[in-house]
């Protein structure tokens, strides 16, 4: 139970309360001099003179009815990468407690626990970049609050087999945390419908990536009501400004164009996945449940700066530990990947003659 694994100072905390989460109108023709707002207007926006909603309730109804969760199981932040800051301030106490990653993974968890000066223990993947969920189980001490996963995983590009996760689940009093940034581009399916079967787990999903968000700051934690009332507590007051919800509830009208846009993104990979294998300088490219392909390259560096060279920026990973001479390449539209592989094929032709 996330009570059970609370800082106390959390756990007692009298959350801000703002003007506008002490009253809200409904009924649309109030008069509000509650929030020292500008009553004239605003010189942006015409409804940006008022403060957004602190808990963001419409557009929390309209993403319950498209994934089918209560509202009382939705967290929204500006982006997911405020949850993950969030849901580490809850339960770590700094110099103290550790977090479990996985290693190569995305470098946000380790990010905020350095911020919050708490250790993180990185386990590994096995060579094929599969979960080694023995060794995560070894490592739990009893400071250990939460273990974060990455399904798809950023950057190698696969999946957590769902007995592995169920077994931490039970396994592990601590908080779990499944992070479907890339989701909507996997076959596999999503943990969302398990929230309130596991009191101790968290799912993130983001606006950034299929749904071509990036620039709003929006993503969703999904948990038992409980662990959201928590997250709710401690988050900024209007964490989620007025801009965002606005586009964020016109977007959700259309989730045909995610389909589409999604449609698109695999069909790309899976042609590119075969063009860059037939390279001589591509080692392997990796399978990828995501919107994005690790290709080990003969010459990582190289390859990159022939790149950029050529005015295509790629994510160089051949620093990472495990991931020498690996790169990360985002799919592109049709246009973008076919001079991706033309500038592949240019510096395999110079590579050749020396
Ligand atoms: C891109 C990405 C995110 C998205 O973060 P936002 O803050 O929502 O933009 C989260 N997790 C992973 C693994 C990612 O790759």
């Known amino acids: 139970m996330i009570k059970d694994i609370l800082r106390n100072n959390i756990k007692e905390i009298t959350p801000y309360s703002s003007a506008r989460s002490e009253f809200t109108n409904t009924s649309g023709d109030m008069i509000y001099m509650d929030a020292n707002e500008n009553p004239y207007g605003s010189v942006g926006g015409t409804f940006l003179n008022r403060y957004p909603d602190p808990f963001q309730i419409e557009l929390k109804s309209m993403i319950s009815k498209i994934k089918d969760i209560s509202i009382e199981n939705i967290f929204l932040g500006n982006g997911s990468d405020e949850a993950i800051d969030i849901i580490i301030r809850a339960v770590c106490i700094p110099e103290l407690d550790n977090i479990i990653t996985l290693s190569p993974t995305y470098g946000m ?21 599969s979960v080694d969920i023995n060794s995560i189980i070894e490592n739990i001490n009893t400071n250990t609050k939460a273990i974060f996963l990455c399904s798809p995983n950023n950057p190698t590009g696969g999946s957590i087999v769902f007995s592995d996760v169920k077994r931490l689940l039970n396994k592990f009093k601590g908080l779990v945390i499944i992070d479907e940034a890339y989701i909507e581009f996997s076959e596999k399916e999503s943990y969302l419908s398990c929230i309130n079967n596991f009191d101790n787990l968290i799912v993130l999903q983001t606006f950034s990536k299929a749904w ?39 977007a959700l009208k259309d989730t045909n164009s995610v389909d589409i846009f999604v449609r698109n993104i695999k069909e790309q990979k899976a042609i590119l996945q075969y063009q860059l294998s037939k390279f001589a300088c591509v080692d392997k490219v990796y399978n990828s449940d995501a919107n994005f392909l690790l290709v080990k390259v003969d010459n990582a560096n190289k390859l990159y700066s022939h790149l950029i060279s050529e005015g295509i920026v790629i994510r160089n990973r051949t620093n990472i530990e495990g991931l020498e001479n690996c ?16 500038a592949i094929y240019n510096y395999n032709q110079t590579n050749i003659e020396i």
């Open 212 to 250: 071509g968000l990036s620039g709003i700051r929006l993503g969703c934690a999904y948990s038992n009501a409980k662990t959201i009332e928590v997250m709710n507590k401690i988050k900024l007051p209007y964490n989620i400004n007025s801009c965002t919800q606005e586009i964020a509830k016109q």
């Open 109 to 129: 968890y380790k990010v905020c626990a350095d911020i919050n000066d708490i250790k993180t223990k990185e386990i590994s993947l096995l060579e094929d970049f």
């Open 327 to 342: 790169i990360r390449i985002s799919i592109g539209t049709a246009e973008d990947n076919q001079k991706l592989l033309k």
